[in-house]
């Protein structure tokens, strides 16, 4: 049995789609199956373990550690598809253009993209924070700035192959429009390599947002979020109660590496398939 | 080589200079007003206005005063930070140490061990290859500031074995202070540059060229040595010379976690503050140091490759 | 006299996505030294195959039967030293040069490995005999391409840097690998007279592998044609053109076009070529045969003498002449 | 004289410094067919993209059906209409077709596209490909069952001029006769004139009335294919000649390099 368009990627592709399929549905409705208020302190409760239906404990001020988990997948989650969806739709279109008409508008994109790419993601996010103040959406913009040039020299390397293939000259040849061809033929064609790009940057964005989120420029305190709860759990381990640090850093981990392997067996497929 | 090195050092400037201009204009359209910074709130005397504003050139149209800014990076003077009136360069002078020192331990610890675990792999099909792979899957999506957390509560607070925070004094304590952090910056990059290694030496085994040497007799360590290894050294240095790179930002967070006085913490520290003549200039040193890394890593590959020729950019 | 090299019923399987794969079937080829012996046959007939198996560089996880032996010894219990030795003796020319030199390494590198390694010839001795046979294909200035990569060489050159450099061990058999099929005619022909030239003036032996019957004729002492991984006819090369014994042989000469007259319909082979594994049981060539009998489908032919030569055709001397 | 379908005029096409295509001058008349002869380099393949329009000739003038094409064309009207006229057919069969399209539906599109009276499954039957194969995606069909959809896509548009640009020099010779007799059939059907584009003397002597031989981007030599082949005039074009292997053949050393 295999679902379709995860076909190739074997037994460890299924379970690790189910997994994101999972973790993206906790993301959505995480804050509403919370079995506590995520935000409610009781100071009195703080580093308390697992107590009746409070199944993993309390953190350092006394908040429900699982509901905080379930209700931080939201901008864990969602912030780095909205990375994922800007970079690609944006890195897709410079690429396709790119290749397409060559000459000086792909040396002009290309410049472009490579001055671009002297700016790592975090740096960009820590000046965005710096200029519109901290908040999650800065953060998001910064990193769909800084991955746009990254994944639009990948696909421009894949469809300026693509271009050179005959078939494409065949229909030029025959009088079909250009954008019907990049449309219909050429991009279907390297979709393939755009959803496992896709999946790839997901898993980067991921680190990367929840990176920032952990130096206290992405999401605010005392908002739920996984890379907020490992910095706010860094005091806990220091004092030796690690759950609440350790538990949104599995979560994270767990995540990633499931995007990860699935990622690469998506290009893997990608590259197999292209004859 | 000589021309291919002239529009190589061409691009890094005008990189340089597009990236500086980047950086200066961002943070001169943020909302604030730096005469409210440097009067704290109070409401300053028209004279007091105009002094200040003479005093750090705030009179002057958007592009002279990018044109001082530069010409004061370039000769080393970044400028005043407003909140705390001290030269930007001292106090990035006082915190590139750290952050050097951090990235080239953790440099170290991806090329010996991703290098070498990448060898092991390619070279070793099965028991070895696997844990290799499965291991690096792993590491690969441990984020550095998990990676921190994790080192920090198993080698510091459980074991003692190194210190939780601090940079330390003198050669052995630095290096006891800077392993966990080094380590924990290095933790994904290690992954990386382990899978590239590994999918390089088997590709290169499997090689038509390889074949060849194979059929004339050349024993098989020898074929690794001066056909696969050489060969693969290429895509080696391509993803290590990147993925080094990018360590300068993400050293940020390694710092953050264990309370390091670097660069990156600073940086974080200042954009919080909105002290933008330090944001400016710390962000202008690292951008700088990772175009500069991204050079040297092109000009390294062209030195591996005879097929790069002069004039062609290497994809 | 004991040939030179003696392929005795060998048949080579290949493990493609978990399934073995049939892709020689029975081979058995007699090559006597200083003797050129043609291997032709269409895209999947395993004329490539069979000269892997020679030089022992099959994909990993291939399985053969049969046995290849080299002056007497059995090529597949060779180990080591010895099998070293024996690629000395043994050496390969491929059809692409670009993909078989190493592209960061210098021609001189290339072509002196082998002497270094082996032989311990010190460099510039080694260096000195790869100059001199680089001038004997044609090739001046030795020293300064030697100092060249791969890529500032045209593939024509590159293939006689591949042809001087397979002689530099100064083998007993040459295995040539389509050698010319992606260069010019016009370098096809100059790469071949080089090639038989310097062939001839040493004794050495050559299989040379190609799909173009005429070029394999012109150079060839005997001529083996090959079908689906099996060879269905060997006769000597001057007569195979135009005495064809088996009915394959006869359809590939007759499909061919002509330089010197134009057919009104050439006579195309209806079908595909097939690999051994897509074979049918009785006669390899019977789906595509236009005389083809029942009896042709209900057992596999055997390689039988005839003339001076062998084929692999039960109506063989029925068809003589048709 | 007929009534000429392709009038090539002076073509000069230069990369930089180097001069690909110099002063190539042609015509093709109607329902007759040139094979345009050459090694690598010699300019025979980037005259063949001028004329379809991939390639931006730097002088002269191209005219098909007594229509200018000298530059390619922008419009989506006047590039269907060139695509009505003059029409490819490639030498790699396995890059010539869309890998995710079936066989049909690549000839549909391009049907639909030019509003042809003819239906795939003429046109399949045309080039020999049955009911089933038109349904397969293309990595199911052989070499030479792709090179037959590419002509049958090709001919999907009705040109008058169909490029064979070396169209079957990657085929087994099997099946390369198998495409031969097809062209020879379709053309004596459509009344489609070939323009070949090869190295191989055998096939241009079985599929042409005329040739040109191009040596380094010019023509050397021209005239009827049987005469050029027998008696070839031009050094170069000896050479070329007596570099195919044939009965009797002996390849002969001539320069040092």
């Given at each position: 049995?295999?679902?379709?368009?995860?076909?190739?990627?074997?037994?460890?592709?299924?379970?690790?789609?189910?997994?994101?399929?999972?973790?993206?549905?906790?993301?959505?409705?995480?804050?509403?199956?919370?079995?506590?208020?995520?935000?409610?302190?009781?100071?009195?409760?703080?580093?308390?373990?697992?107590?009746?239906?409070?199944?993993?404990?309390?953190?350092?001020?006394?908040?429900?550690?699982?509901?905080?988990?379930?209700?931080?997948?939201?901008?864990?989650?969602?912030?780095?598809?909205?990375?994922?969806?800007?970079?690609?739709?944006?890195?897709?279109?410079?690429?396709?253009?790119?290749?397409?008409?060559?000459?000086?508008?792909?040396?002009?994109?290309?410049?472009a993209l490579d001055v671009l790419f002297a700016f790592p993601g975090i740096l960009i996010a820590i000046v965005v924070a710096a200029v519109f103040g901290p908040s999650l959406r800065s953060a998001?913009?910064?990193?769909?700035?800084?991955?746009?040039?990254?994944?639009?020299?990948?696909?421009?390397?894949?469809?300026?192959?693509?271009?050179?293939?005959?078939?494409?000259?065949?229909?030029?040849?025959?009088?079909?429009?250009?954008?019907?061809?990049?449309?219909?033929?050429?991009?279907?064609?390297?979709?393939?390599?755009?959803?496992?790009?896709g999946a790839v940057l997901f898993g980067y964005a991921m680190v990367d947002l929840a990176a920032i989120s952990f130096l206290g420029l992405g999401v605010q305190t005392p908002q739920a979020d996984w890379g907020v709860m490992v910095s706010e759990g860094r005091n806990g381990v220091l004092q030796g109660y690690p759950l609440e640090s350790l538990a949104a850093g599995l979560c994270i981990v767990v995540v990633v590496v499931a995007v990860n392997l699935l990622g690469e067996r998506l290009t893997d497929r990608a590259q197999r398939g292209a004859r | 080589m000589l021309r291919f090195l002239l529009r190589r050092l061409a691009m890094l400037v005008a990189t340089l200079l597009v990236s500086s201009f980047v950086i200066y204009g961002s943070l001169y359209l943020a909302p604030g007003n730096p005469i409210a910074a440097l009067t704290g709130g109070r409401t300053p005397s028209p004279e007091a206005i105009a002094i200040l504003e003479a005093r750090y050139n705030l009179d002057e149209p958007f592009l002279v005063r990018y044109g001082l800014w530069l010409k004061g990076a370039v000769t080393g003077d970044l400028g005043v930070s407003i909140p705390l009136r001290q030269e930007v360069s001292d106090l990035i002078t006082q915190r590139a140490g750290v952050t050097a020192a951090l990235v080239l331990y953790a440099s170290l610890i991806i090329l010996v061990v991703g290098i070498g675990l990448g060898l092991l792999a390619g070279l070793r099909a099965g028991a070895v290859d696997t844990t290799?792979?499965?291991?690096?899957?792993?590491?690969?999506?441990?984020?550095?500031?998990?990676?921190?957390?994790?080192?920090?509560?198993?080698?510091?607070?459980n074991l003692g074995w190194f210190p939780a925070t601090g940079e330390g004094d003198g050669f052995v304590d630095t290096i006891r202070h800077m392993t966990l952090p080094a380590v924990a910056l290095g933790f994904t990059s290690m992954a990386l540059v382990a899978r590239v290694t590994r999918s390089s030496v088997r590709e290169e085994l499997g090689r038509e060229h390889v074949q060849t040497a194979r059929s004339r007799g050349i024993p098989f360590r020898l074929i690794v040595r001066r056909h696969v290894l050489r060969n693969a050294a290429i895509p080696i240095t391509t993803i290590a010379g990147l993925t080094i790179a990018s360590l300068i930002a993400v050293a940020a967070v390694v710092e953050r976690a264990f309370a390091?006085?670097?660069?990156?913490?600073?940086?974080?520290?200042?954009?919080?503050?909105?002290?933008?003549?330090?944001?400016?200039?710390?962000?202008?040193?690292?951008?700088?140091?990772?175009?500069?890394?991204?050079?040297?890593?092109?000009?390294?590959?062209?030195?591996l490759d005879p097929r790069v020729k002069v004039g062609s950019r290497a994809q | 006299m004991t040939p030179l090299l003696s392929i005795d019923d060998l048949t080579v399987q290949l493990s493609v996505e978990g399934d073995l794969r049939t892709v020689l079937h029975g081979v058995s080829l007699e090559i006597s030294a200083g003797e050129a012996v043609g291997l032709v046959g269409e895209s999947g007939s395993g004329k490539s195959m069979t000269a892997r198996a020679v030089s022992r560089i099959l994909p990993s996880g291939a399985v053969t039967f049969g046995s290849i032996s080299f002056d007497g010894r059995d090529v597949s219990a060779l180990r080591g030293g010895a099998l070293r030795q024996y690629r000395g003796e043994v050496a390969m020319i491929f059809q692409d040069p670009r993909a078989h030199t190493n592209p960061v390494r210098t021609i001189g590198d290339f072509m002196t490995e082998a002497l270094r390694t082996n032989r311990g010839v010190p460099g510039v001795e080694a260096r000195r005999r790869a100059a001199a046979l680089l001038e004997e294909v044609g090739i001046t200035e030795g020293d300064r391409r030697l100092r060249q990569h791969p890529h500032e060489l045209?593939?024509?050159?590159?293939?006689?840097?591949?042809?001087?450099?397979?002689?530099?061990?100064?083998?007993?058999?040459?295995?040539?690998?389509?050698?010319?099929?992606?260069?010019?005619?016009?370098t096809q022909a100059e790469v071949m007279a080089i090639l038989d030239d310097l062939r001839r003036e040493r004794g050495l032996a050559l299989l040379f592998i190609t799909h173009d019957l005429e070029l394999a004729g012109a150079v060839c002492d005997r001529t083996a044609v090959m079908y689906a991984g099996q060879i269905v006819e060997v006769q000597a090369a001057g007569t195979l053109h135009d005495r064809p014994r088996h009915p394959y042989t006869a359809a590939l000469v007759a499909a061919r076009p002509r330089i010197d007259a134009m057919a009104t319909r050439l006579a195309a082979i209806p079908g595909r070529p097939l690999s051994a594994f897509e074979a049918p049981a009785g006669c390899a060539f019977a789906t595509r045969c236009l005389h083809v009998q029942d009896r042709c489908r209900e057992a596999r032919p055997a390689l039988r003498p005839l003339g001076d030569g062998v084929v692999r055709c039960i109506r063989a001397e029925e068809l003589v002449g048709v | 004289m007929s009534e000429a379908v392709l009038v090539v005029t002076d073509l000069r096409k230069e990369y930089g410094t180097l001069v690909a295509v110099d002063d190539v001058s042609f015509r093709v008349e109607s329902g007759r067919s040139l094979a345009i002869v050459g090694e690598s380099g010699s300019g025979k393949t980037t005259v063949a993209r001028m004329i379809i329009g991939l390639e931006r000739a730097t002088a002269g003038t191209i005219r098909a059906l007594g229509r200018d094409r000298s530059t390619p064309a922008r419009a989506g009207g006047e590039r269907r209409r060139r695509g009505a006229e003059v029409q490819i057919v490639f030498q790699d069969p396995y890059s010539s077709l869309d890998p995710r399209q079936t066989i049909a539906d690549a000839i549909s599109e391009v049907l639909r596209l030019h509003g042809g009276q003819q239906t795939v499954g003429e046109l399949c039957e045309l080039v020999g490909l049955d009911e089933r194969q038109s349904r397969a995606l293309p990595r199911n069909l052989s070499g030479g069952q792709r090179q037959r959809v590419a002509i049958a896509r090709a001919l999907a548009a009705e040109p008058r001029v169909l490029i064979l640009d070396e169209s079957v020099a990657a085929l087994d010779v099997s099946i390369q006769a198998q495409v031969l007799n097809l062209l020879a059939d379709i053309r004596a059907e459509t009344g489609v004139s070939y323009v070949l584009i090869s190295h191989d003397l055998a096939v241009v002597r079985q599929l042409t009335d005329d040739c040109v031989v191009m040596q380094h981007g010019r023509i050397v030599e021209r005239g009827p294919t049987g005469q050029v082949l027998?008696?070839?005039?031009?050094?170069?074009?000896?050479?070329?000649?007596?570099?195919v292997p044939g009965p009797g053949w002996k390849p002969v050393r001539r320069v040092r390099v």
């Open positions: 049995m295999s679902v379709p368009g995860l076909r190739g990627t074997g037994l460890l592709g299924h379970v690790c789609a189910a997994v994101i399929v999972l973790a993206l549905i906790v993301g959505a409705v995480g804050a509403w199956i919370a079995p506590h208020d995520p935000d409610f302190v009781d100071l009195d409760l703080a580093y308390v373990g697992p107590f009746a239906d409070h199944l993993i404990g309390f953190d350092g001020r006394g908040r429900d550690l699982l509901s905080r988990l379930l209700a931080g997948a939201r901008t864990s989650l969602l912030g780095p598809v909205a990375v994922v969806a800007v970079a690609v739709t944006v890195g897709t279109l410079l690429a396709v253009a790119a290749a397409w008409f060559g000459g000086m508008f792909d040396t002009i994109v290309s410049a998001v913009l910064a990193l769909a700035v800084a991955y746009t040039p990254y994944i639009a020299r990948v696909l421009r390397g894949s469809a300026l192959r693509e271009r050179a293939q005959l078939y494409i000259a065949a229909l030029e040849v025959q009088g079909l429009a250009a954008v019907a061809i990049c449309v219909r033929h050429l991009i279907p064609n390297i979709l393939g390599l755009i959803v496992a790009q | 290799v792979v499965v291991v690096t899957t792993i590491s690969a999506a441990f984020p550095a500031f998990v990676a921190a957390i994790v080192l920090l509560l198993v080698f510091a607070v390091m006085n670097g660069l990156g913490a600073y940086l974080v520290t200042a954009a919080s503050n909105k002290d933008f003549a330090v944001v400016q200039g710390i962000a202008l040193v690292l951008v700088a140091a990772f175009v500069i890394m991204n050079t040297v890593v092109d000009l390294l590959y062209a030195l | 045209s593939s024509g050159m590159l293939q006689r840097v591949m042809i001087a450099t397979a002689l530099l061990t100064e083998p007993r058999l040459l295995l040539a690998d389509e050698p010319t099929t992606a260069l010019d005619v016009t | 027998d008696h070839p005039a031009e050094a170069y074009t000896q050479l070329l000649r007596a570099s």
